[in-house]
């Protein structure tokens, strides 16, 4: 193993002795991964301080032969920054590099060092009069590192998109341990390849990213948010179309839930109740929001759900009346994953398909589970306002867990024939990393696939960045 005491020194020296962790113990909570799919090994778990010595760091394991996992928050769905299990590489993870470099209010742009946490970064922008779009609910401990190289989606994608369309500047560490330096605050730079989206996406296989100029917009005056009870789901696209042309592009989210969603979090979630009478097989939680200080996006928000009401386009509504209020409906959303774990194994898959054809999807795809799982309960639910649904599938009601997990990929075939047939995604925001190698290999265009390789070899050619992640 090229990994030895020689150069385990080299890196302490590099980053200082507390910032490098080889006990096992201590190990431990960088190896967890958040499904609980890969238990890996590392030789070492470094915390860098900064670019110079990330940068020192991959020279040091470059010149070795020794691959590097970076790592972020490790929230990440797909194994992405878990190591391997034969404990030859080194986890480079970034927390210690969470300082925020410079605000522009004026620009609306903000430099951050690539640890930041999600939530302190939404925070600083909001104490500098701004929003920072990207939310998802693992803002608390995810970081815009691990944001930038998932492209991560959430909440907002709809309106300000996903990370990808935040981003204006990186600074990368390459595999060879050299530093690009594209911090540009620019809003218009047409000169040549826009390499930043290179490491977008990338999933730490070309690089560590250290930092990032990022897009910050109009800080909401107003905010209003309602649930949506419906009978179908054509009517929740009639809902979100109608919304988005009467609203001056006002709809910040449209999030699907379906009913056997909203009963798991009423089970199991403390503090969660249905705030409807009657049962409802779908619902919509729609928000809006506007910078604009004058009140008007209430009465447009109002006037839309009571035509849709009229038209029968929705069957009912509770509109939030509170800051308060607005966060119990959120609530329910986010706790829709959590309320799952409590109805034993479930088999996720994060597609996306467009919009228009989300209804036809989700039919096929419950009729294909219903045919060969029988007994398998479907909850798609998410992002139906950007065609990214979470097409999770909870196991029968008393099967054995992990004997319906053992069928992941016999299901993944399936519904992602289904995908691929729609001209959709088998992996709208989460990623690939190591889950969905072997699906990205079948379902890609091959020309686009034999691009990615090259672009790999050429940028890594010894594959020591995260190697085995997102292509084979
Ligand atoms: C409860 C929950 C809800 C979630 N909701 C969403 C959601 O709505 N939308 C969504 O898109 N995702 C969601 N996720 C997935 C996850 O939070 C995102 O993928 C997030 O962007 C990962 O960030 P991280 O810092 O935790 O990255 P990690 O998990 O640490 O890493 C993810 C990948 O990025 C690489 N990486 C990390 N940092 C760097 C860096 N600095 N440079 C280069 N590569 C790096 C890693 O090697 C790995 O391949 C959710 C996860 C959880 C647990």
Redo the contacts with the bound molecule.
């Keep these: 193993m090229p990994f030895d005491q020689a150069l385990h020194d080299r890196l302490a020296a590099i980053v200082g002795a507390a910032a490098c962790i080889g006990d096992p113990a201590d190990m431990a909570p960088y190896l967890r991964e958040?499904r609980g799919l890969y238990r890996g090994k590392a030789a070492l778990v470094l915390r860098p301080g900064s670019t110079a010595e990330v940068a020192k760091v991959v020279a040091a394991c470059a010149a070795a032969k020794v691959p590097i996992?970076?790592?972020?928050?490790?929230?990440?769905?797909c194994g992405?920054?878990a190591p391997h299990e034969d404990g030859s590489e080194i986890i480079v993870n970034?927390s210690r590099m969470n300082k925020v470099r410079a605000v522009d209010p004026v620009n609306f742009t903000i430099t951050v060092d690539?640890g930041c946490i999600l939530a302190d970064l939404q925070n600083i922008a909001e104490d500098n009069g701004c929003l920072f779009p990207l939310s998802?609910?693992?803002e608390g401990?995810?970081?815009i590192?691990?944001?930038l190289?998932?492209n991560?989606?959430?909440?907002n994608v709809l309106r300000y998109g996903n990370a990808r369309d935040l981003v204006l500047g990186l600074e990368v560490v390459l595999p060879d341990g050299r530093i690009w330096n594209g911090l540009r605050a620019l809003g218009k730079d047409n000169t040549g390849y826009a390499l930043r989206h290179l490491f977008v996406g990338a999933?730490?296989t070309l690089?560590?990213?250290?930092a990032a100029v990022l897009k910050l917009f109009p800080r909401p005056a107003e905010i209003a948010t309602a649930l949506c009870g419906l009978s179908n789901l054509d009517d929740a696209i009639r809902l979100l179309n109608r919304a988005r042309a009467i609203s001056g592009d006002a709809v910040t989210a449209f999030e699907l839930i379906p009913r056997i969603g909203l009963e798991m979090c009423v089970k199991h979630i403390a503090g969660v109740s249905d705030p409807f009478t009657d049962a409802h097989p779908w619902y919509v939680l729609i928000e809006f929001s506007s910078s604009r200080p004058d009140g008007a996006l209430r009465g447009g928000f109002d006037a839309l759900l009571g035509t849709a009401f009229e038209e029968a386009i929705i069957a009912d509504a509770v509109i939030a009346g509170s800051g308060e209020q607005q966060k119990s409906l959120w609530r329910i959303r986010e706790s829709l994953?959590e309320a799952q774990k409590h109805e034993g194994g479930s088999i996720k898959h994060d597609i996306a398909v467009p919009v228009s054809r989300v209804p036809q999807f989700i039919a096929k795809g419950v009729a294909a589970i219903e045919k060969h799982f029988p007994g398998a309960r479907p909850v798609p639910f998410g992002h139906l306002g950007d065609g990214n649904i979470h097409f999770n599938i909870s196991q029968p009601a008393g099967a054995d867990r992990a004997a319906y997990l053992a069928r992941w990929d016999e299901m993944s075939r399936i519904v992602h024939d289904i995908v691929a047939g729609m001209d959709g995604s088998i992996s709208a925001?989460?990623?690939i990393?190591m889950l969905k190698v072997q699906e990205l290999t079948r379902y890609k265009d091959p020309v686009e696939l034999d691009l990615m390789h090259r672009l790999k070899r050429a940028i890594d050619p010894a594959n020591l960045m995260?190697p085995g992640?997102v292509i084979d």
């Design positions: 958040e996992v970076p790592q972020g928050g490790n929230t990440g769905l992405g920054a970034m690539a998802l609910a693992a401990s995810c970081q590192g691990g944001n190289a998932t991560a989606g959430g909440i999933e730490g690089g560590i990213i250290t994953p925001e989460h990623g990393g995260n992640k």
